[in-house]
């Protein structure tokens, strides 16, 4: 049986085995899911995999120095300094294994992102998942694993762990070590052994720049992952899961933070409880005039801060561009303060002026992978570099990221869709997209004969933007409303949407209506384009239009366009009536022909392989 | 008759400026119209019912020709011409009985019992509409009945005038009383339809159900109304229905009635429907293939509730009952609203004129005010009578109508 398979179900149990933390990680090694009950008495049952994963962790190490005949190592060898004896443990070994536990940072950071939303770590994760499989039969008890020998590759390690073999069970260390240092971390907020935990983030570190010069043979992601601040910043700026507005304790942090002050909308719906519902209309004048108490968020965030937040800037693209700009212009003003080190201290800034813009609004996702691009940048700096030099090469790195993935990835797109666009087409198009825009001029220009059919939809009525441009260059537009779609459906031979993000189940994550638009489509057996830059891809998976969304003003539906008096003015002061105002849908996979990417024209259920394949580079 | 002429007139004018909105005030008007119209016509002594179904053809081909989206005025005018023929038959065959029962007064029937059956398969094959169950009991008299009464009522009005010539004048009188009668009933039909429907709530609403429904419907609220007066709590999603909005009066009138309503755009009922426990609308009119011409967005609407398995459940007074079939609906039953609900004129009006500018205009705004929804979308239908599956329709539509009046613009000659 294929090695990878089980290994992979394990990977996320051995997660909360712990071992370092006195109190409540054995308890967890026992109540680990119900499958690792087993676990308890490891060496009893080697065939199971599942009891695999106390075998893993530092105290195995220890026993595998003691002996076997240690089945409750994990809950015996509960202190501190195996963190020492785990990596004494490995040096004996070889060479191999003693360049092992340096490398681990890197591995582990992707592993710690995978909690969160690190895409680049679908490859990452894929890999130490493999490793691990490899790596239990090559632990502790190694006479067992052999005569488990269910799997080759298992035996060969164990039985020598030779220079072929040793990538994994470096992995395999690392992982150890990974989890070793979760456990501590969450025993540091215990503050049972402060002392011993901070130790040892500081001895990471250092390995880990040994490692930089070290690892030649390493896999890519790993060496890039190579130098990063210690841990303790690093949490800090990992993605967490994405705040959920339910759970009070962490809504009431968040606000402590918060720099714009926020009221609770009084009539929330009660299905997006876990969405920001936030009175709108007095935080801009809120923001304006606090402007100069606002000491840690830089100028130009500010100010795109504030366009945000009026809507000027409503296009993920320039919403992205223009953020990715402002913190160009923060790294430019930046001065590393005495005693702290650039990486770590820009990082953090960086990290407050998110928190500022997505208070302004909810970043989008492929803002959130800018981010997530910026600051590996950041944290890959070296610390021996000059600051001035860093600043630069940061400042380039910004702008090769805008111009290689939004503004030639999108000329690039261009160049693709427009072949699908052919004289005497009817392309359908639903509200306004940078990128839809494009395309449509572009082939505009090369002279094909088509029409634009332009569907909107309230509140935004972003189509009548893309209509006027569109009868500025003189092309010719039917426009109409969204429920109007099934109308005009007949007339159109293709649809065109924009997206705000691809999920890597394939479903098309973009302005609420697209999810219909591509529904009467698929009815009228008419193929849906969706075009989207590959940066704005996630490995996020999501059924529903529900668990996350972005919710608008409310306001703007009780009012109608072009009537004085409307009927749901005082909507507010009624506790029976709520106004939802959904900023996103999700559209299925099935109603999506293809996705035109800068990589070419994918089928939906391709986009997981762009993830995985062109994802890890970025970060 | 100048007073009819004038009525009409009126009608006509505000049919065609679209003064009159909604299927139901439509139908009631065109039933007192109708009414009126029956009482003010002078009646021949001699095939009185087909004088009457003829006027009565001609104002509806008229009637409908102002407003061909309008179905309501086509069905009330069908459902008053069924009204006639059926009275008449009535009358025939009470006369044929009274007669045949008096003794063997008539020349062409020899047994009175036959007569009598005759008169009874007349009365069946003239009431109902042709089934296998009628064939089968038409059979033993069947010749005697084909000889006695012709089975079109077209040909009734010549019975008539072998049967009967007695009381003339009393029957005359008394056709065009049941007549008036019988509308006055379909008028009070018509008026009681909502309370009829929204009866039925609490059997299909339970106990916090989620309700979707889009832009804004009598019949829905009274539905909605009701479910909640007998005491159901539930939650209703109102999409808002545009480019009319009137979605905002519905949840504004739900509210009041103290329903937790959420209001939603158009273009978040795909996003939303996944919590949605049934999709409740209004219709336009029901096509005779079980099909919909609703308000526009609900061919959306009935795709997302299909996709989710959500029942889509429509609302409809029998008077929206159309005993056509519809072709090419969403082009020939619809009409095309005027533009500026879209959009402001503004800057865009100058692409948009075709007197204007050289070649034709750039930009052409599409405002439909109907969809069609197909019958496969529809779960079912809920009218004053019961509920309904889709496939039913056809057969609702024999109750209600009769198969000569179906095609009311080619009047026959006479």
Partial sequence: ?619 | MPDTHALVNDFLNKLKKRKIEGSKATAKLTAELLRSVISQQRLPHTNQAGALIHAIKAIGEQLTAANSVEVAVGNIVRRVLHIIREEDVSLTTASIGGLSLQGLSDDEEDNPLVSAAAAAAAARTTLRPPSLQTLLEDMPPHSAAAAAIPHSSSSAGDSEDKTKSTDKNSRSRKLKHNVIETVNELIQEIATCHEQIAEQAVEHIHQNEVILTLGSSGTVIKFLCAAKEKKRSFRVFVAEGAPRYQGHTLAKELVSRGLQTTVITDSAVFAMISRVNMVIVGAHAVMANGGVIAPVGLNMVALAAQRHAVPFVVLAGIHKLCPLYPHNPEVLLNELKSPSELLDFGELSDCMDFSTGTGPPLLHVANPAFDYVPPKLVSLFITDTGGHNPSYMYRLIADYYSADDLVLQQRPTC
Wanted: glycine share 4%; proline share 7%.
């Fill in chain 1, 1 to 619: 049986m294929d090695p990878r398979r089980p290994s992979r179900v394990i990977d996320p149990k051995v997660r909360k085995v712990g071992f370092f933390t006195p109190g409540p990680p054995p308890e967890r090694t026992r109540s680990s899911p119900a499958a690792t009950t087993p676990a308890q008495s490891p060496i009893s049952n080697p065939l199971s995999p599942v009891m695999i994963p106390p075998a893993r962790h530092a105290s195995d190490n220890l026993s595998r120095a003691v002996g076997v005949l240690v089945p409750t190592a994990s809950q015996l060898h509960v202190h501190p300094p195996a963190d020492s004896l785990q990596v004494g443990s490995y040096t004996l070994s070889d060479s191999g294994f003693s360049a092992s536990p340096t490398r681990s940072p890197s591995s582990r950071i992707g592993i710690d992102g995978e909690f969160s939303e690190d895409s680049a770590n679908w490859m990452k994760r894929d890999n130490s998942g493999r490793f691990a499989a490899a790596f239990p039969t090559g632990g502790p008890d190694l006479t067992q694993a052999i005569e488990a020998s269910n799997n080759e590759d298992g035996g060969d390690v164990a039985k020598e762990p030779s220079q072929k073999n040793s990538k994994p069970l470096k992995a395999k260390t690392t992982k150890a070590e990974r989890r070793a240092l979760q456990e501590a971390q969450r025993a540091a907020k215990a503050s049972a052994q402060a002392p011993a935990q901070t130790s040892k983030p500081v001895k990471q570190a250092n390995q880990k720049n040994d490692v930089s010069q070290l690892a030649s043979s390493s896999v890519v992601h790993e060496k890039k992952g190579g130098d990063k601040p210690p841990i303790k910043d690093r949490k800090k700026e990992m993605p967490r899961t994405r705040m959920q507005f339910d759970d009070k304790s962490r809504v009431e942090k968040a606000q402590k933070r918060s720099v714009i002050k926020q009221t609770e909308a009084r009539n929330r719906v009660e299905l997006f409880r876990h969405l920001p519902q936030y009175e709108r209309g007095n935080q801009l004048s809120d923001l304006g005039s606090s402007f100069f108490q606002i000491d840690d968020v830089h100028p130009a965030v500010y100010k795109v801060g504030l366009q945000f937040l009026a809507g000027d800037i409503m296009w993920s693209n320039a919403r992205c561009i223009a953020m990715l700009q402002a913190f160009q212009k923060v790294i430019e003003d930046y001065s590393t303060p005495p005693e702290k080190t650039l990486a770590i201290d820009l990082s953090a800034k960086i990290t407050t002026s998110v928190s500022f813009l997505n208070e302004c609004r909810p970043l989008s996702i492929s803002m959130g992978n800018a981010n997530r691009y910026l600051k590996a940048r950041i944290r890959k700096i070296n610390p021996a570099q000059d600051e001035s030099e860093a600043k630069t090469s940061l400042c380039l790195e910004i702008d090769h990221y805008i111009q290689a993935k939004i503004v030639l990835a999108d000329k690039q797109i261009v160049m693709h869709a427009v072949t699908k666009i052919c004289d005497g087409d009817v392309i359908l198009t639903y509200g306004s997209s940078s990128l839809i825009e494009m395309i449509i001029l572009h082939a505009h220009e090369l002279r094909r004969q088509f029409r634009v059919v332009i569907v909107d939809s309230r509140p935004n009525l972003e189509g009548q933007q893309l209509l006027r441009k569109l009868i500025e260059k003189g092309l010719s537009c039917t426009y109409t409303h969204i429920n109007a779609v099934s109308y005009i459906m007949h007339e159109a031979t293709k649809i065109f949407l924009g997206a705000a993000s691809v999920f890597s189940n394939g479903t098309v994550y973009s302005t609420v209506g697209s999810a219909c638009i591509a529904m009467v489509a698929d009815a009228y057996r008419v193929p849906v384009l969706v075009c989207c830059e590959s940066y704005k891809f996630h490995e996020r998976v999501q059924l529903d239009s529900i668990c996350s969304n972005e919710l608008g003003d409310p306001n703007v539906i009780s009012k109608v366009p072009g009537r004085k008096k409307n009927c749901l003015d005082d909507w507010a002061s009624k506790e029976n009536l709520q106004l939802l105002n959904l900023a996103y849908d999700v559209t299925p996979a099935d109603y999506v022909s293809t996705i035109v990417t800068e990589y070419g024209m994918i089928p939906p259920s391709s986009v997981p392989v762009i993830v995985r394949e062109f994802g890890q580079e970025l970060y």
